[in-house]
């Protein structure tokens, strides 16, 4: 098993649904992380947390909220998806160093 | 905050020659760079990293360098193969409490058999 999962691998969805993408992990990480990615403009930091009680924003967070469960879950929500929000997301995690991000295999989200 | 700057934003070279990509950063206090690569329909993957208290630091055909006072550090890869064709990112860190990375946009990277 990945160390890392992301759930769905694909998803479609229609403007102004909500939707959610989960990410668990095995690494024992305490700290967990959303990425964004579109062509040209790399990973862009969407949220983070640093244990289970910490959420913290990052430089595009607006119209995303996210939900730390446990250690070893952290899922972000589109509220009320658009279409500029398809991308490919990523989660990660990393130890208290922050050293070598383990990242998922990513979620490509499409909004019509 | 931190901005890291990644060119070119495409290479292509010839199977066995060498490929450099370069990233600048804004922070000062930065003193974590690690690059990733990226293959197609995964997520990024460390390959190497650096601290800023070397210059340099070499993993077989892989190698980063590190200008603190230009604020700029660079990926070299040597002797390249088609299995390098990927995309590769460069990041920045603060190693602070804030711990976080700050990710290039990367560059993609073509191997010619």
């Known amino acids: 098993d990945a160390d890392v999962t992301q759930t769905p691998r694909n998803r479609i969805t229609k403007t102004g649904k909500r939707i959610m993408l989960e990410c668990s992990q095995t690494k024992g990480h305490d700290r967990m992380y959303w990425y964004r990615q579109d062509p040209g403009l790399g990973l862009r930091l969407i949220y983070y947390?640093?244990?289970?009680?910490?959420?913290n924003k990052g430089e595009i967070s607006d119209g995303y909220s996210v939900s730390r469960q446990a250690q070893a879950k952290f899922s972000l929500s589109l509220e009320s998806a658009i279409p500029n929000q398809t991308a490919l997301y990523f989660c990660?995690?990393?130890?208290?160093?922050?050293?070598?991000?383990?990242f998922g295999s990513g979620t490509r989200l499409t909004v019509v | 905050g931190e901005n890291v700057e990644q060119h070119p934003s495409t290479l292509s070279v010839q199977e066995g020659d060498s490929a450099v990509i370069k990233c600048t950063y804004s922070?000062?206090?930065?003193?974590?760079f690690p690059w990733y690569k990226q293959e197609l329909g995964k997520g990024p993957q460390l390959i190497i990293d650096i601290r800023s208290n070397v210059g340099e630091k070499k993993d077989q055909r892989i190698a980063v360098t590190l200008n603190k006072t230009a604020k700029h550090f660079s990926l070299h890869i040597t002797e390249t193969q088609p299995e390098d064709s990927a995309v590769y990112f460069c990041a920045a860190s603060r190693g602070d409490s804030s711990y976080k990375l700050i990710f290039g946009s990367g560059t993609r990277l073509l191997v010619r058999p």
């Open positions: 922070d000062s206090a930065s003193n974590y």
């Open positions: 947390s640093f244990d289970v009680k910490d959420i």
């Open positions: 990660a995690t990393s130890d208290r160093t922050g050293d070598g991000y383990t």
